[in-house]
Structure formats: C-alpha cells, structure tokens
T-cell receptor, first 116, second 112 residues
Framework: GAVVSQHPSRVICKSGTSVKIECRSL??????MFWYRQFPKQSLMLMAT?????????EQGVEKDKFLINHASLTLSTLTVTSAHPEDSSFYIC????????????FGPGTRLTVL | LAKTTQPISMDSYEGQEVNITCSHN???????ITWYQQFPSQGPRFIIQ???TKVTNEVASLFIPADRKSSTLSLPRVSLSDTAVYYC?????????????FGSGTRLLVRP
C-alpha cells in the first residue's frame, strides 16, 4: 500500500513550452501533497504545498506563476512548468500525506525534466 | 523547523555495520525523527521513525539518547545495494502544516 506515482517519468521539451507533471496517490487519499525539485548531487528542495480544493502554498523564492499547481482531487496533484527554460531542467518529486493520518509522507518516483 | 547536521559522506564495506549520526540540537518536544533513503533518480524512501530510546524494524535501528539532540541510524551488515543518500529529518508530523525540509544528507558508499 501507500503508493505514489508520477507521470511522465521523464520528459524532454523545447525552451518556451509548458510541461505538466502528474502526481497520483494510488491507494489512498491525500488532502495534502508536496512538490520538490532536486538538482544533481543536491538535496531535495521543497517548492510548494498542494492542498486539495485550495490554492497551493509556495516556498520563498519559488515563482507561483511559473510553477502552476492544481490539486483538483484527493488523489491527484499536477505541477505545470510554464515557459520552461534550460535552467528549469531538474528532477521533480512529489509526495503525498494520507488524509487524516499523522504519519509520514510517501514519495513518488520522480520526473526528470530536460529543457533544450 | 529544527535544523539537522549529518556527515556529508561515509564509506563502508559489505557486511559491516554502518552508523550514521544526525545532530538536531533544537529539536522540539513534539518533533519526531525520521530517516529516508534515496537512490539516484528515485524518490526518497522511508526507512524508520522514532521519538526516543530505540526503534528497530526489518531494515534498520534508530537510537535516540535521552536528550534527543542527536540520533543514530544503524544499518546492520550493509550490502552494495545500500549505497545511497540518507536523510535525517525532524518535525512534528502530528501537525497538519508540517512539511519535510531536507538537509544535505549523508552519501553512503558501500565497497565490495
């Protein structure tokens, strides 16, 4: 149990295009999901907290208009990187906290984004 | 959020016991200590969580002294597949606003 999936697992796009990444909790509901970004050889950096039915909360320094987050259901959150540029190339990871639970979060397998 | 400090890297050999210590001097009363493992190009994987004393599961043990200002993750008889980055995090996951903030982690290399 407690599986989180991400789609796509990797994506290559041209500079200026937008890319959508999906995060799904497969066997549990998640009121709260989180989006992280990780550059090579670095730690995970929290970008935003995604709350079902409400606006996401962004960490300081993260552009909310560039990284659009939608959490339309209890099992799905999406991250859209708008007008992507090469510096947005990174490993994007989501995590989900089971609704009503106070235990740990479960992480997705990550999405590798490469912007040419 | 309590800040954690871990060694940047550690080396070991197959079959040895590995102990990774994490300092969290400012840990709060309600904070738990959680360890994650991450392989390259994968999401972090939960290893173990504890509040005080000792916790053991099928993968690892977690030792927490009485003052809770540090914790030690113990991996018994490591294998090559244990080569990964290990993250120590502290926080109150009973708080609905709790969010995991990752530190630098410890890069463990297990040699044959």
């Amino acid at each position: 149990g407690a599986v989180v999936s991400q789609h796509p697992s990797r994506v290559i796009c041209k500079s200026g295009t937008s890319v959508k990444i999906e995060c799904r909790s497969l066997d549990f509901q998640a009121t709260t999901m989180f989006w992280y970004r990780q550059f090579p050889k670095q730690s995970l950096m929290l970008m935003a907290t995604s709350n079902e039915g409400s606006k996401a909360t962004y960490e300081q320094g993260v552009e909310k208009d560039k990284f659009l987050i939608n959490h339309a259901s209890l099992t799905l959150s999406t991250l859209t990187v708008t007008s992507a540029h090469p510096e947005d190339s990174s490993f994007y990871i989501c995590s989900a906290r089971p609704t009503g639970a106070t235990d740990t979060q479960y992480f997705g397998p990550g999405t590798r984004l490469t912007v040419l | 959020l309590a800040k954690t400090t871990q060694p940047i890297s550690m080396d070991s050999y197959e079959g040895q016991e590995v102990n990774i210590t994490c300092s969290h001097n400012n840990i709060a009363t309600n904070d738990y200590i959680t360890w994650y493992q991450q392989f390259p190009s994968q999401g972090p994987r939960f290893i173990i969580q504890g509040y005080k004393t000792k916790v053991t599961n099928e993968v690892a043990s977690l030792f927490i002294p009485a003052d809770r200002k540090s914790s030690t993750l113990s991996l018994p008889r490591v294998s090559l597949s244990d080569t990964a980055v290990y993250y120590c995090l502290v926080g109150d996951d009973g708080d609905s606003s709790y969010k995991l903030i990752f530190g630098s982690g410890t890069r463990l290399l297990v040699r044959p």
